[in-house]
């Protein structure tokens, strides 16, 4: 069986496609995070929190970013997400000037964005 013969140009070539494909490993590589399934069940309205973390693409890297929009999460979802994040870093986001974020409550067992008193 002829093997063939790969040059150091082809490798890099392999490494950039597998890489952009989301399949190259180390940690927060693009392709390799994901925040967990959303949750939004509650019994009180301690139980939920709102969040604004998304994963953004920075260079080669995800970030756990914030942005100025948001939803109603359990807390014990956002505590999920903040230990995912302190993994992966939240360095070089792009930094947002947000206006207040708005009430949240539970209702009918989940968390609820709800209008200001």
Known sequence: MDRAIVGKKDMHA?????LLAGLGGGCGRKGDVSLPA????????????????????VGVHMRCCNRCSGEAVSTS????VTSLCSTIGSDDCPMKKCEAFPPVACVQD?????SAP
């Open 77 to 80: 979802w956002a505590a999920r």
């Open 110 to 114: 989940l968390c609820t964005v709800v």
């Open 14 to 18: 392999l490494a950039l496609l597998l």
């Open 38 to 57: 959303l949750d939004r069940r509650c019994r009180v309205d301690a139980d939920c929190t709102y969040d604004t973390t998304s994963l953004q693409p």
